[in-house]
Each structure stands twice: as C-alpha cells, then as structure tokens.
C-alpha cells in the first residue's frame, strides 16, 4: 500500500510516525502501514456468497449458499484470538460481507475487543438502516468498489445498476459521518476513467480512493492479458500523482493510494528526487519502515471456511484452519517453511529481484502475481514496471 497522499504531498512525515515508536497498537490507523511490528492487518473473508457477478472476482463468488463457512460462534472465538494477539484492524470481506446476517453483531464484538472494524464491500446492499448501526458501533472504515464510471462499472461487476446503488451507499455513509472511500481496480479498460473517479471525490466529498493493481486471481486469473503494460502503469501513477497534487493545491485533501504493485514506491521516490530532493529524503525513509509487500506477515487473510492464507489473493496456499488451531499460533509456527520465508523475502527472490536496488523498500512485491504469471513462487512480479537502469542504479 503507497499512500501517494502521505508519501508524494506531505500528509504524513516521518516523525509522525515516531510520535508512536511506530507500534502497531498505538498507531493511528492511516500510520498503521509504517510500524515496527507489523502485527498483521487480518481480512477476513466472511462469506463467500455474493450479489454480484464481477469478472476480476478473486474469490470466484456467486449468489449462492456456500457450505462451511465459521458460524456466529466460531468467528466470534477467531475474533478474540485476533485481538489477544494484537492484530490492529479486522477486515471485513467476501463475497459481499452484507449478505451475512451476523456482520454487525460481529463487527461490534470486534470493536468491543479493542480492534479497528473495517467493511470492503459493493456498496450495493446499504441502507440507512445499517449504516445507522454501523455508526453507533464504531466501524472505522467502508472502502466502497467502484469501478470505473457507470456503464464500465455495470459492465464489470455483471449487474446493470450496479454503479448507482454503490453510489447510494457511499452517500449515506458520507452523510451519517462515516468514513467512506473507493476502491478501483485498475485494468486496460477502466484506466481511462481515472480522471473521472478523480472528479467523483471531490464532486462527492469523498475522502478516499484507493487504486488496485490487478492481481491474477479467481476470476481475475483470466485477464492476466488485460492488465496494463509497464508504460501504460507508469503514466496511470503520473496521472495520480498529479491529480492528488492538484487536489491539495486546491485545498482540497483526499486520502490516495495506490495498492498491491511496491513498484510505486521507488517510481514515486525517483520522481520526487527530480522534483524535491529534500522531500525525497523523507520519502525513502518512511518507504523503508513500509517495507513493500506484507502478505503473510503485516496481512493475513482468513477464509470463509476458517482456512488461513498469506493473502486474500494466495487462496491455494493455505497454513491451517481456524477450527483446528488459532490463528495467532498457525501465523507464528516456525514450522511452516513458506510463512517463515515470507516474513523477510529478500534472500529467497531470484531474478532481477534478488540484486534490485529497491528489495528493502518493495519486499519482493507480489509473489501471487509472480505464482499466478511464471508458476514458479519466488521469480520476479511481472507487474514491475521499473526498468533494468532504474533497479541498478535507483535513479
């Protein structure tokens, strides 16, 4: 996750995050990306059911009853497995997490055992109603998809109408007073509508964006040849970075980043060196307390069937079951020679990779991507778009 906002204009310092002695249980949750002890940020994927029909679906989701998901009990025994053991935020997932019954009551219990509850869902399914009770019980966050603008969000998720009962929900979120943001996966046929969800937030007051880099998963797997190319990544970061910096020149701050590609770090610090030598220096500096790509270590993923994953994406590795042993003892089990690996992945990428300039900064990127593409676990992420000069030399 690069925090284009906090990293590119300023929103965020390094002694901001000092302040804290960068600990996860203290930090602020828009600091949370830069502590020490990266205590995992846990998704959990509470349903697999879903109302919708998107093609870059992740986990493959229908509107179906799934068998095997945790019941109300055994989530709420997982719940207070997470907390005791210092995972900061929960993550609320799918499918669609509205379509389970027990969300609030499951977010409630979560905030009431000192984690941040946070929903990611289509946005479909608000209503008044729930987001009153989301209110009342302190959910930190809703990241809302969105797609691209109305016809190409209708087109991807499979459902017309899909954009403007999102649009609906965002709305009443907004205007109950709780945070509320977006989220955009970037593909060949949406980036073209960047600009346009640039013109929704500041239309809309919304205060968050966050922009997905596509990751061959699930549905996903079968639009590898949709993503964009490395020339076609880099002008869609400029196009951020420059419509975020407009923004704050205009007075107007959103939130922005950009998520699941650590290239995006050393391409905006290189920007940043041309343009703000000083600014770079602090850049770089909280980049390397960042430390890139966290899947199975900084983030977790938990199934709906209690299966645990080193991300929401790398369902077809999995390091136990929820049901069988907690979750704070299968993510510290030496025993498990991939988790171990994935916690420091520098001396095990090969490639390019393993001589980059930037391995502490980006953490080897995404290595689900880089399965999903070569078959092979620790090549390089194709999705990297640096080039062979700018890894040697980081200039």
Not at 153 to 167: I, K, N, P, Q, T
Not at 193 to 200: K, R
Not at 249 to 262: F, M, S, W, Y
Not at 323 to 330: A, G, L, N, Q
């Amino acid at each position: 996750m690069i925090g284009i906002s906090k990293l590119y204009c300023g929103a965020v310092e390094p002694g901001d995050v000092l302040r804290y002695r960068r600990e996860s249980g203290k930090l602020p949750s828009h600091l949370l990306q830069f502590s020490k002890d990266k205590k995992p940020v846990v998704v959990w994927n509470m349903t697999r059911r879903c109302n919708l029909k998107c093609l870059h679906c992740y986990s493959s989701s229908r509107n179906i009853a799934y068998p095997d998901e945790l019941s109300t009990a055994e989530a709420k025994a997982m719940i207070a497995d997470l907390a005791a053991f210092g995972a900061p935020v929960l993550l609320f997932s799918g499918g669609e997490p509205l379509m389970r019954e027990d969300l609030p009551e499951l977010a409630r219990f979560a905030v009431e055992k000192g984690m941040r509850a946070v929903i990611s869902t289509n946005g479909t399914l608000i209503t008044k109603e729930k987001a009153e009770i989301f209110r009342e019980i302190g959910l930190s966050y809703v990241g809302v998809s969105l797609d691209g603008t109305e016809p190409t969000h209708d087109r991807f998720r499979g459902v017309s109408g899909a954009f403007g009962e999102a649009l609906r929900g965002i709305r009443i979120c907004r205007d109950l007073g709780i945070k509320v943001g977006v989220r955009f996966t970037i593909n060949r046929h949406n980036a073209a509508d960047v600009p346009a969800i640039f013109d929704l937030l500041e239309r809309e007051n919304i205060p968050r964006c966050c922009f997905y880099h596509l990751v061959y998963s699930g549905r996903g797997s079968k639009l590898i040849e949709e993503d964009l190319s490395h020339a076609e990544t880099r002008a869609l970061l400029d196009l951020i970075m420059d419509r975020t910096r407009d923004l704050f020149a205009r007075g107007l701050p959103k939130e922005i980043l950009t998520v699941d590609n650590h290239a995006d770090g050393p391409y905006l610090y290189q920007r940043l060196l041309r343009e703000d030598p000083q600014r770079a220096a602090e850049v770089l500096e909280l980049l390397q307390m960042n430390e890139g790509n966290s899947s199975g270590h900084g983030i977790g993923c938990i199934s709906w069937d209690g299966e645990v994953h080193p991300d929401q994406f790398w369902r077809g590795i999995s390091f136990g079951n929820v049901r069988k042993r907690p979750f704070s003892d299968i993510w510290t089990d030496s025993s498990q020679p991939l988790l171990m690996q994935l916690k420091d992945k520098r001396p095990h990428v090969q490639g390019r990779c393993a001589t980059c300039r930037w391995l502490s900064v980006c953490g080897g990127n995404f290595r689900a991507r880089a399965e999903a593409a070569t078959g092979e676990i620790w090549l390089p992420d194709p999705a990297c778009y640096l080039t062979d000069g700018e890894i040697a030399s980081g200039k």
